[in-house]
């Protein structure tokens, strides 16, 4: 069975939901929550009580090997359409950097990044096949394969 690492995990809609929903919890299963959310936290644990729960992603490190998936959507705030297009310089948003320290650190087989589509549109209009920094694939493109889940 793969381990899931669930980053800013809401309700767990992404990773622990999704997984039940495709029909895979035989493959995959959450090992560990980060949520910020005191509310979120009590859903989780209403759902999943035997599941641990991190509440901050800046204080949770993990070590390398200890997920086979890490995914998260980290907040959308300054990418979404709707929101105020600061980019990945909105404080809330820029936890994008949180969410790779701890892929960099866990080294999974494959991150599973979601945001909305505005992500894709941050550079000058145009569509970046990249939407992080490059950096960011530079240092993780040898060891992990990262996949960008775009919402609508």
């Known amino acids: 069975m793969k381990s899931v690492l669930s980053l800013f995990s809401g309700i767990g809609g992404l990773c622990h939901h999704g997984i039940s929903a495709a029909g895979l919890s035989h493959k995959f299963q959450v090992r560990q929550f980060v949520e910020i959310s ?4 009590s859903q989780l644990r209403h759902e999943q009580p035997q599941i641990p729960i991190h509440p901050d992603i800046t204080t949770y490190f993990c070590h390398r090997g200890q997920f086979d998936i890490v995914c998260g959507g980290f907040p959308c705030s300054g990418t979404s359409n709707s929101g105020n297009r600061q980019g990945l310089d909105d404080p809330r948003s820029a ?4 969410q790779f320290r701890i892929i960099d650190s ?3 087989a494959i991150a ?3 945001n909305p589509t505005g992500l894709l549109a941050l550079r000058n209009g145009n569509y970046p096949q990249r939407p992080f920094p490059n950096r960011v694939y530079m240092r993780m493109g040898n060891y992990t394969r990262i996949l960008p889940w775009l919402a609508a």
């Open 95 to 98: 936890l994008w950097a949180e």
């Open 106 to 108: 866990n080294r999974p």
């Open 38 to 41: 005191l509310h979120s936290q």
């Open 112 to 114: 599973l990044i979601e």
